[in-house]
């Protein structure tokens, strides 16, 4: 259930980008932006702020399954303690003036209410699509990387 959750935080990761203005059209150009932006949100564990940034019917794809995202499971992601969140932007892709593909990573850190640590990483892949003149996500994939060699 814990890695479900965290997974889902990661797919955000990728990236919230419900400040963004329509006027910006060049998706290339505001990837460094949608970052920010949902870096800034998750910082301050901003769930309606991080709600804006995905479409009304937005899923997360993990291999555990497809799930819904909405502010009941965006604060999920932080229910079992605080966390700290890396990411990157590696890939924007324009697919069309409406649609476009952005891939990187994330790695999330933290502790639980018990103190347990967490340590979560993933490459991410986010469907954008522009609504109301503004990119948000319509699918998050997240698939975790694997466990460090020893």
Known sequence: MRRTVLLS???ACFIVPSAFADDDADFQKAAPQIRLIFLDAFAKQDVTRLAASYTPDAV???PMGV???N???IEGWFADGPRTIETTFDQALPLSADTALGIG???IT???LKGEPVEVAARWANTYVRQDGRWKI?????IPSPPPSK
């Open 9 to 11: 935080i990661l797919a």
């Open 60 to 62: 997360n794809v993990t």
């Open 67 to 69: 799930h819904p995202i």
């Open 71 to 73: 502010a009941k499971t």
């Open 105 to 107: 990573t994330f790695r």
């Open 110 to 112: 933290g502790k639980t």
């Open 138 to 142: 319509r699918m998050a994939t997240v």
